[in-house]
């Protein structure tokens, strides 16, 4: 079985530009899951998304990223503009959903690397 | 709002020898608690979860945890340590009143020396 995918897995960009990245859940995976992940840090949930529909978003910097998953698949989280300070990992997780609860298990795949400079 | 504390930054450990990772949580009622392992440059790999029921929780690649109330500890151990453990280790905990998600400790960096 296909695990969560993300691309890019490494990205450098200077602040104030912008920056996309692409998740595809394990297939069959209701719910979707964006972290983001400090050095030194745990993951940190920015949102989550049942189908496609957001369920949490309030740990989301509005001003500056937004996400979206059209058609309840593919996820995309974008940050415009970048700053020094959203240098960290992003990580896509997906599970199973619906009334599973905490019964299903989080899947988180490897992880987009961004680097402000 | 639920939280947990990893006390220990850095483990380290001889090969062969035994494990114990803390664990302290902070939530009102009975939580779900994580702990999750993450290898350098890969994704957070699920060990084991609690949620109800038996307080020692059995997981993957031979690691245990066991929830005490009364010490707000969900430790995680193993009993011979293998090079191959060497990566970072993640407490997590859910509100079982709320959102389940994990909220996730800053984590433990497990050094194996051979």
């Known amino acids: 079985e296909a695990g969560v995918a993300q691309s890019p897995r490494y990205k450098i960009i200077e602040k104030r530009q912008s920056v996309a990245f692409w998740c595809n859940p394990i297939s069959g995976h209701a719910t979707l899951y964006w972290y983001q992940q400090i050095l030194g840090q745990g993951p940190k949930l920015l949102i989550q998304?049942?189908?496609?529909?957001?369920?949490?978003d309030s740990q989301l910097p509005k001003d500056r990223f937004s996400a979206e998953r059209l058609k309840g698949v593919d996820s995309t989280l974008k940050i415009q503009p970048a700053k020094l300070e959203d240098s960290a990992v992003y990580l896509c997780a997906s599970s199973l959903g619906g009334t599973g609860g905490p019964q299903n298990t989080i899947y988180f795949g490897e992880g987009s690397w961004l680097t402000v400079v | 709002a639920q939280s947990v504390t990893q006390p220990d930054i850095h483990i380290t450990v001889s090969e062969g020898a035994s494990l114990e990772l803390r664990c302290n949580y902070s939530y009102g009622a009975t939580p779900y608690l994580f702990w999750y392992v993450q290898s350098p440059g890969q994704g957070l790999q699920l060990l084991l979860k609690y949620f109800s029921g038996d307080t020692l929780v059995q997981g993957i690649k031979g690691f245990e945890a066991e929830f005490k109330r009364s010490q707000s500890s969900f430790n995680l151990r193993k009993p011979s340590v293998h090079w191959s453990d060497a990566a970072e280790y993640f407490c997590a905990v859910g509100a079982s009143g709320g959102s389940y998600i994990p909220t996730f400790g800053r984590g433990t960096s497990l050094i194996v020396h051979p």
């Open positions: 998304f049942q189908n496609n529909g957001v369920v949490d």
